[in-house]
């Protein structure tokens, strides 16, 4: 039984991360119609903002120290950071350590521009193309924006940590009556789960509760009657496609202490949570939700040595099983509307 | 009246075409006793990097590349000589490689084995490349150094550590410097028993492909001869990022060392997970829960940030190595490129001197002659003590570093501190061990 909960737990972060990716990812094929292959390279960039923050904040000067030596043996440049001299030593350390919380209002606008700026810049002239075509166009993006990313910060990942706080793990099970580390859970990721569930609970209250989420609704379901209104629909779905981009970038930043980031992380996301959009549904935002944590929970229990000892490497298909499965039985997803993507 | 039609013209044209006939069979029969591929016949020598440029490894591929076009420049006479001052052989002397100036020209492997393939083969057939050396991956290696087999050049294999490589995958053209996966296993053993005691039980994880299966097995018979119990060996996919899953049961398993069989992003991220889920702050079976990483590599480490601290692991060379041969190739590598070399870089270093060196003391490029220099070679000078080139696998056998991520860093480099410096004796196996048989080197093969 405590296994069982661990993997659950497991499982829900992972599926946090499908899940806010998805759900971006569902937003701009609903609203936009368009599938995009660049939307991993979005949560890329957003675990770089955090990177980036934490490097202005690292951001030093060099001071010699006669007393010691680099590895040359010429005297050691030591390094202060700006922020330590200027706010001093303990709120200047306590500020960097909180560079990942803090690269959540920094990667805000960031993201906001640069899905504005794709949409704006590139995605809009596929709109009229076969779904292919956009693809493809998306797919090549992501190549870009990895190698970008690759040229400026290397291959290697580089770590990012959570703030002091939340490193070290919570023992579930001593609080559930098991023995001590039979369920334990990293604070970080617990902090991950609460927050993907504000996001997802922020994105729905704005579709379900504003005026500008009710015109987007009402343009997912019937555009034209939308646009017969007099309402510039277009308008409105770019800005979804930035709202979309601000989901996959915080969904990024919050990662970054979880595994370091490198370049080629969004890439590893992309085909998991475009898998979970086909399943929740292609445009469906609960289907993307539901299927997000649901294929992450699955994914987990796959690593279990019991289920691995008797269904060798079924870890490394098990998302794609459930996907041919979902596909052969209910083409349209678990939460799919009728017509989409049946055909 | 003279009605001959010799003429002078007529004549030199007789003489040359007779000539150039009876010396064809000559020349032919010259021709096969010594051609080789790539024979260089110009005033210059191609030698062929082979690392990745892009890809997961693209930042330890450009670490090597520095390397390469450092060994370049010493083999050519330029810089501070490195480590051909340090050198035990005293064969090269700054002019090139038997007098012919060394140029190179690049791969890109990708870390795929396919790329790395078709990466060689081009160095080979397009520039003529007389040597393929570099890569960082081993089934990159066991790919490539195939492909020179049949191809008949020699590949000086860069980091690779998969007992393959010089085990049931070895070939007569191909010769690894760096060390594998049984020595790091011997090396880290006695370590690890002085550190932990006989009496612990360890759970691995293991990267599921060549080199993680050989290490898995290098390493489980070394702690097992200690008298520890494995409670589990856990496969991983090799794409995995996210190793929460793998890393959660082990707590429950009754194992109280977690061994990390993992390379690169592999390594970072497993690693990561199991300092975030608390594993090293935890008491099991009454005593430290303790991680080890059997292959260390810096610029890993740096990946890894402060999660490396205190972790052991082994390690090929180290940059903070204090004999004449490592200050020597810091000093130069350092003052050019303003940064200490890696230790892909380090190997790669040497292998190319070896290659150079080899050719210089047979006096001729030609792969067989050149692989009969490297046979049995004894050397030292190049970082890693007294070393040799064993004739029967074609594996340097040399002190092996056991190394600890280090508690407080005075650099972004200052990563690792070196425990212990494991004697080339104590990690010596026969060349028929069994965790490297089923293979042969077969016969040298001089191409066409």
Redesign the interface.
């Known amino acids: 039984m405590?296994?069982i909960l661990?993997?659950i737990?497991?499982?829900l972060?992972?599926g946090s991360a499908y899940a806010l990716i998805a759900l971006g990812l569902t937003l701009i094929f609903g609203t936009l119609g368009v599938v995009n292959f660049a939307h991993g390279a979005l949560f890329m960039i957003g675990a770089f903002c955090a990177v980036t923050l934490s490097k202005i904040l690292n951001a030093s000067y060099e001071v010699i120290d006669e007393t010691?030596a680099?590895?040359?043996g010429n005297p050691?440049k030591v390094k202060l950071t700006y922020v330590e001299s200027w706010f001093g030593p303990e709120t200047g350390a306590a500020i960097i350590d909180w560079a990942v919380p803090l690269a959540i209002l920094f990667s805000i606008p960031i993201m906001i521009a640069i899905g504005f700026i794709m949409e704006r810049g590139l995605i809009k002239h596929f709109y009229k193309r076969p779904h292919a075509d956009q693809i493809l166009v998306t797919f090549g993006l992501a190549i870009v924006l990895q190698e970008v990313i690759?040229a400026i910060y290397?291959?290697?990942?580089?770590?990012t940590?959570a703030p002091a706080v939340f490193?070290?793990?919570f023992d579930f099970g001593v609080l559930l009556g098991y023995e001590a580390?039979?369920i334990?859970?990293?604070y970080?990721?617990m902090v991950y789960f609460a927050f993907s569930a504000l996001i997802i609970g922020g994105v729905f209250a704005f579709l379900q509760f504003t005026t500008f989420g009710m015109v987007v609704r009402a343009g997912m379901a019937d555009r034209e009657t939308v646009e017969l209104l007099g309402i510039n629909i277009d308008r409105r779905f770019t800005i979804m496609f930035g709202v979309a981009a601000a989901v996959a970038g915080l969904a990024g930043v919050m990662y970054a202490p979880?595994?370091?980031p490198?370049y080629?992380?969004g890439m590893?996301f992309l085909v998991l949570s475009f898998v979970v959009v086909v399943v929740g549904g292609m445009g469906s935002l609960p289907g993307a939700v539901l299927a997000g944590f649901m294929l992450g929970i699955l994914?987990?229990f796959a690593?279990?040595?019991e289920v691995?000892n008797i269904f060798p490497g079924i870890?490394?298909i098990i998302i794609y099983l459930v996907a041919i499965i979902i596909i052969l039985t209910r083409p349209r997803g678990l939460m799919g509307r009728k017509g989409v993507m049946e055909d | 009246m003279s009605n001959s039609k010799f003429t002078r013209r007529g004549l030199l044209k007789t003489s040359t075409l007779a000539g150039a006939g009876l010396a064809l069979p000559t020349i032919f029969t010259g021709a096969s006793a010594h051609a080789f591929t790539n024979d260089p016949t110009g005033g210059s020598v191609t030698l062929g990097f082979n690392v990745p440029q892009t890809g997961p490894y693209a930042d330890e591929g450009a670490d090597e590349l520095r390397a390469y076009e450092l060994a370049v420049e010493h083999l050519n006479g330029g810089g501070d000589g490195g480590m051909m001052n340090t050198f035990s052989s005293k064969a090269l002397d700054g002019t090139g490689i038997l007098g012919k100036k060394v140029e190179y020209v690049t791969g890109d492997t990708q870390t795929k084995s396919d790329a790395a393939r078709a990466s060689a083969k081009s160095m080979i057939e397009k520039d003529g490349a007389i040597m393929i050396t570099g890569g960082s991956s081993s089934g990159v290696a066991v790919a490539v150094q195939g492909l020179c087999q049949e191809a008949g050049v020699i590949f000086m294999a860069g980091l690779t550590h998969s007992n393959d490589t010089t085990g049931k995958d070895k070939k007569a053209n191909g010769f690894r410097h760096f060390f594998n996966g049984y020595m790091s296993g011997a090396a880290l053993a006695p370590v690890l028993e002085s550190l932990y005691g006989k009496d612990r039980n360890a759970y691995h994880l293991t990267a599921d492909y060549t080199w993680g299966w050989t290490q898995e097995e290098s390493i489980k018979a070394s702690t097992e001869a200690l008298g520890w119990n494995t409670v589990n060996a856990v496969r991983t996919p090799l794409a995995a990022t996210d190793f929460s899953s793998y890393i959660a049961p082990v707590l429950n398993s009754g194992a109280d060392v977690l061994v990390l069989n993992h390379y690169g992003g592999n390594m970072v991220n497993s690693l990561t997970n199991a300092v975030q889920f608390g594993l090293r702050d935890k008491q099991v079976n009454g005593k430290n829960f303790e991680i080890v990483v059997p292959l260390y590599s810096r610029l890993m480490a740096k990946g890894a940030g402060e999660n490396v601290k205190g972790i052991h692991g082994s390690t090929n060379w180290h940059w903070s190595l204090q004999d004449e041969a490592s200050k020597a190739f810091v000093k130069s590598f350092g003052t050019k490129y303003g940064f200490p070399p890696s230790q892909a870089a380090h190997t790669v270093y040497c292998q190319t001197l070896l290659y150079a060196d080899a050719v210089t003391r047979a006096g001729s490029f030609a792969p067989c002659a050149v692989a009969e220099a490297l046979e049995g070679f004894e050397f030292d000078g190049l970082g890693n003590g007294a070393t040799l080139y064993r004739a029967e696998d074609h594996q340097c056998f040399k002190d092996v570093l056991v190394v600890r991520g280090k508690e407080n860093p005075t650099s972004e480099f200052d990563l690792l501190e070196v425990v212990e410096v494991t004697p080339a004796a104590q990690v010596t196996y026969p060349a028929d061990h069994p965790m490297f048989a089923g293979g042969s080197l077969g016969s040298c093969n001089n191409g066409a």
């Open positions: 405590d296994a661990l993997q737990l497991n499982g972060d992972k010691k680099d590895f040359l050691l690759k290397g291959a290697n990942p580089i770590p940590g490193r070290g793990s580390n039979a334990i859970y990293p970080w990721r979880i595994n370091s490198n080629h992380m590893d994914e987990s690593s279990m040595n691995k870890d490394q």
